[in-house]
């Protein structure tokens, strides 16, 4: 397993996915620095004695936890972590490499790389839970899950690039490389229009509500398992991604059309085959692990 590259690493953002970085990090033996930047003083006093058994240092200025930090690790939403740029780029050392997480890479990927220059690495673990906060991060959520790095073609430093890609390998997890374009497109299609259509379809039901509630089994429950996550950090991220997420709902909406016309006896046979297709679809999926709790 590759080394961290880094000795001194600052989270901005200790909810899920930032906090699950903090854990993974002293799982696998890192006695580096660990420093996370929270929103407040109540939020710092709230998570201290979750955070100490994991040597998690905290705070909510961000000049005293991003200084001398060599890798900085952008772990807040979307729509948060744009507007957070400006200031980290004001306190981040000037040799340290900057990373995200988010969930959606064009805008972010652009905007990050005119502030940080050649330093910033885009990136994305395609990884996640329905869970949020820092008691909900996990030592191995990244373990054997994939990571993007969407690094821009001349403009991100490959130097960078490669101790980001080594210290998500020390994790545990497979990283591979697109363009931001290309990732969000992709996304749109595997996780941003499913989330967004278990959030409606649930929506939907609820002029059905009381009737419904005993009636549920398996397949809804699972289904509906992801309406469990934070719908304000889902509508930024749809909305972060609309273009592509309009495409692949305009898609959908053409496949919903012509399914609704094989509702019929005589279609019946044409009926199955689309549900065989949409299973030998899923079995080409190489899917996260199923964590245990």
């Known amino acids: 397993m590759p080394e961290i590259p880094f000795q001194r690493v600052a989270i901005v953002g200790l909810g899920l996915m930032g906090g699950s970085v903090a854990k993974a990090l002293?799982?696998?033996?890192?006695?580096?620095?660990?420093?996370?930047?929270l929103p407040s003083a109540a939020a710092v006093a709230a998570l201290r004695s979750s955070a100490e058994p994991w040597r998690i240092e905290l705070g909510h200025q961000?000049?005293?936890?991003l200084v001398d930090a060599d890798l900085i690790?952008?772990?807040?939403?979307?729509?948060?972590l744009l507007s957070q740029l400006p200031e980290v780029a004001r306190w981040a050392d000037p040799a340290a490499v900057i990373t995200d997480l988010a969930s959606t890479k064009n805008t972010i990927a652009c905007r990050?790389?005119?502030?940080?220059?050649?330093?910033?690495?885009?990136?994305?673990?395609?990884?996640?839970?329905?869970?949020?906060?820092?008691?909900?991060?996990?030592?191995?959520?990244?373990?054997a899950a994939q990571v993007v790095l969407t690094p821009l073609t001349g403009r991100t430093d490959e130097l960078a690039l490669d101790k980001v890609r080594q210290f998500w390998m020390a994790l545990g997890a497979g990283v591979q490389e697109m363009s931001p374009q290309a990732h969000d497109a992709a996304l749109a299609a595997t996780s941003h229009l499913p989330h967004l259509l278990a959030y409606i379809?649930?929506?939907?039901?609820?002029?059905?509500?009381?009737?419904?509630?005993?009636?549920?089994?398996g397949g809804l429950r699972d289904f509906s398992r992801i309406v469990d996550s934070n719908p304000a950090l889902w509508a930024d991220i749809l909305q972060e991604n609309q273009q592509a997420v309009r495409q692949q709902l305009q898609q959908f909406q053409d496949n919903l059309r012509l399914v609704e016309q094989l509702l019929t006896d005589e279609a019946i046979p044409d009926l199955q085959t689309w549900l065989e297709r949409g299973k030998t679809v899923r079995q080409q999926f190489h899917f996260p692990p199923v964590l245990s709790e």
Request: charged share 15%.
């Open 201 to 217: 379809y649930l929506a939907g039901l609820a002029p059905q509500f009381p009737g419904l509630e005993n009636l549920a089994g």
């Open 73 to 80: 690790l952008l772990a807040t939403p979307p729509k948060v």
């Open 112 to 143: 990050a790389t005119e502030i940080f220059g050649a330093r910033f690495v885009p990136g994305h673990p395609v990884v996640g839970s329905e869970m949020t906060g820092f008691p909900a991060a996990r030592e191995d959520l990244y373990r």
């Open 62 to 65: 961000l000049p005293e936890v």
């Open 26 to 37: 002293r799982a696998v033996g890192y006695e580096g620095q660990i420093h996370a930047a």
